[in-house]
């Protein structure tokens, strides 16, 4: 419950206090915000299309090409729906760079939810990091690829919390759902602590909230092992 309520609310939180640090602290008008705010939603579309290409075939070649043709499938359709909106698309280009680095985490973690947990929250971590402490575009950039690496992680969470809860599993999940009023609290945390840092460092809220999942995605896998439930011997047909 702690995790999608952190999931959640870095989710929100990020995306939602981006317009005032780029309006504020990078001096970008307001009209020119909302396709670097589109780009962090259409990450998660292209975050969770990567995610999804074992729904489409089991055969492993196959999935290897979709992994790289999905990602870029979704990107082209960000490009498209800006280009109708006649917004520049130079600034945008250099994003499919960052998209290889969700490409390559995500088959490093080879389906397994809970190593693609760690993973992805490590790199979220890293991605604030850099937003926190570089400037200009990188640092835009940066923070929107959160969107990227917030993508797949309801999914894990959700997957790894009900594992081996038998009957209970209803009400687990109930209990779950419940939690994504983390998108609201969250936001309003990052809110209060930027009154005093700046907006730009209040992205530490976020930082917390991916160290949380990092924790919980470690911690979690070895519960369920002591359960005799093994996510990577069921990739491998077993048990």
Not at 21 to 44: T, V
Not at 71 to 88: E, M, R, T
Not at 172 to 182: A, E, K, R, Y
Request: hydrophobic share 50%; glycine share 10%.
């Amino acid at each position: 419950m702690i995790a999608i309520f952190v999931y959640v609310g870095v989710e929100v939180s990020t995306a939602s206090n981006l317009p005032a640090y780029m309006e504020k602290d990078l001096g970008f008008a307001i009209k020119d915000i909302a396709p670097y705010i589109s780009l962090y939603w259409a990450s998660m579309m292209i975050g969770r299309w990567t995610g999804a290409v074992e729904a489409f075939t089991d055969n492993v070649s196959t999935q290897k090409i979709l992994r790289f043709i999905a990602p870029y499938l979704a990107f082209g359709i960000f490009l498209a729906v800006n280009a109708i909106a006649k917004h520049d698309l130079a600034p945008f280009y250099v994003y499919a760079l960052i998209i290889l680095v969700l490409i390559a985490a995500d088959m490093a973690s080879k389906g397994n939810p809970a190593r693609m947990l760690l993973i992805f929250s490590v790199i979220g971590i890293t991605a604030l990091l850099i937003g926190m402490f570089t400037t200009g575009m990188t640092s835009v950039y940066a923070i929107t690829s959160v969107g990227l690496f917030c993508s797949t992680l309801w999914p894990c969470i959700f997957t790894l919390a009900v594992s081996g809860l038998g009957k209970h599993t209803s009400q687990g999940s109930s209990f779950l759902i419940m939690m994504i009023m983390g998108g609201g609290i969250i936001s309003w945390a990052q809110g209060a602590v930027s009154e005093f840092t700046g907006i730009q460092y209040s992205y530490v809220v976020g930082i917390i909230c991916f160290s949380y999942l990092a924790f919980y995605a470690w911690r979690v896998s070895g519960i369920l092992r002591s359960q005799g439930i093994n996510f990577d011997k069921k990739l491998s047909g077993g048990h």
